[in-house]
């Protein structure tokens, strides 16, 4: 696992937009709190910056 990103969903989905909570589940997050660990590459980012106002990176 060379390099990776960890994402935490920090924000409800209720009345957030269907595609960004379509976003959301390809990151791999289900409920507020969890966190998914995922290869660190552009599409990654620009999913991450798409639903930046919900989730948040930890290291």
């Given at each position: 696992?060379?390099?990776?990103?960890?994402?935490?969903?920090?924000?409800?989905?209720?009345?957030?937009?269907?595609?960004?909570?379509?976003?959301?589940?390809?990151?791999?997050?289900?409920?507020?709190?969890?966190?998914?660990?995922?290869?660190?590459?552009?599409?990654?980012?620009g999913?991450?910056?798409?639903?930046?106002?919900?989730?948040?990176?930890?290291?």
């Amino acid at each position: 696992m060379a390099n990776t990103i960890k994402v935490k969903l920090v924000k409800g989905l209720i009345g957030t937009r269907q595609d960004h909570r379509a976003t959301v589940r390809g990151l791999g997050l289900r409920r507020i709190n969890s966190v998914s660990e995922l290869q660190d590459t552009p599409a990654i980012r620009g999913m991450i910056n798409k639903v930046a106002y919900l989730v948040k990176v930890v290291e």
